[in-house]
């Protein structure tokens, strides 16, 4: 969905408050069978619109509302299929980011937002000294369950290996929406880069 010509409009967007923090260029799979977010899909479908991703904030995934973090990311709908009554399987990529800027609830429980979009981030060549970064991702890669970094392959991408080190890692969801609320795919690679040395993933040298 492309950004509004105009920067003070909002565009409205349903919200999928989860316990996960989406990513641009992710893979996230869902299982839906809530009703509010089973006509949430259809409806996607339907007008080929992404949804959004949000971390929960406060409450839970399932049953009344949960607050949603402020930046989110579009998820938008590749593939669909129902193999179980009543159970909707998605496979959603993440797209642009963005901000709630106000919100609403609906009869039915679904959260709505009016969003901007944030600009999507220049990408740059990867520093030296954040070599190890990708070093461990390529490790990660060879790894059957992240197999698909290997066919996409952009390693040479710093804005790439910031958002794919940042999904895959075991890091804390705060952390986690800390690394999608940067701004710049380097300040990105930093504070990943110093994570990993904390912990003793990478050397200090």
């Known amino acids: 969905m492309p950004a509004p010509s105009d920067a003070s409009a909002l565009d409205e967007m349903p919200i999928f408050p989860l316990n996960t923090v989406l990513f641009p260029g992710g893979t996230l799979p869902l299982r839906v069978f809530e009703a509010r977010y089973m006509d949430m899909a259809r409806e996607c479908l339907k007008t080929k619109a992404p949804f959004g991703v949000c971390r929960i904030v406060e409450g839970r995934e399932v049953g009344d509302p949960a ?4 930046i989110g990311c579009a998820a938008h709908i590749a593939e669909c299929d129902m193999q179980q009554l009543g159970v909707l399987n998605l496979l959603t ?11 609403s609830v609906s009869a039915q429980g679904l959260v709505k937002a009016g969003v901007q979009w944030l600009a999507a981030e220049p990408d740059a060549t990867i520093p030296d000294q954040y070599a ?5 991702l390529k490790a990660i890669a060879g790894d059957a369950r992240f ?7 952009q390693f040479d991408s710093a804005s790439w290996v910031g958002y794919r080190l940042s999904e895959v890692l075991p890091i804390p969801l705060r952390i986690k929406q800390q690394l999608l ?9 930093s504070v990943l ?3 990993l040395q904390q912990r003793g993933v990478l050397s200090k040298e």
């Open 67 to 70: 607050t949603p973090a402020t």
């Open 93 to 103: 990529r993440g797209g642009r980011r963005f901000r709630i800027m106000e919100r």
């Open 132 to 136: 190890g970064c990708v070093v461990l």
């Open 147 to 153: 197999g698909h970094l290997t066919a996409e392959g």
């Open 181 to 189: 609320e940067i701004e710049g795919a380097i300040p990105r690679l």
């Open 193 to 195: 880069h110093e994570f």
